[in-house]
């Protein structure tokens, strides 16, 4: 996840610059797509072997998406909620927002008596 997440900070950041089809974007012989976040992935980590808080919010995006759904609880998503908006990281929040809002109704669409629904009373 947090080589989509790269790769989605460097379309951010340089205009005119898009993904192509996941198809051709997830290919393994696609040097220049999905394949090519591996080394920026390892630059990534290697800075953060001396700077251990080094692009964190890209490792908690994963975390954050992975607790709150896997608990399924109020408490796991108020709590990523309010990191990521102290954090001032907006756009990460609004897109885990998001990935919890499809999750969410893909579970509805498949069953409604799942226990994460239960986690986003309706009123």
Request: proline content about 5%; cysteine-free; glycine content about 4%.
């Given at each position: ?88 990281k907006h756009s990460l929040l609004n897109l885990f927002l998001s ?8 579970l509805l669409s498949k069953d409604n008596l799942s226990p994460v ?7």
């Amino acid at each position: 996840m947090q080589r989509i997440l790269l790769a989605r900070q460097y379309i951010s950041t340089h205009p005119g610059t898009y993904i192509p089809l996941p198809s051709l974007w997830f290919s393994e012989e696609n040097t220049n797509g999905f394949a090519g976040t591996a080394a920026w992935l390892q630059s990534v980590d290697i800075t953060r072997s001396s700077l251990p808080n080094f692009k964190i919010h890209l490792r908690a995006f994963a975390e954050a998406v992975e607790e709150t759904v896997e608990s399924g609880t109020a408490k796991d998503f108020h709590y990523w909620r309010s990191w990521f908006a102290e954090q001032e990281k907006h756009s990460l929040l609004n897109l885990f927002l998001s990935t919890i809002a499809n999750y969410q109704n893909r579970l509805l669409s498949k069953d409604n008596l799942s226990p994460v629904v239960a986690m986003f009373p309706v009123k």
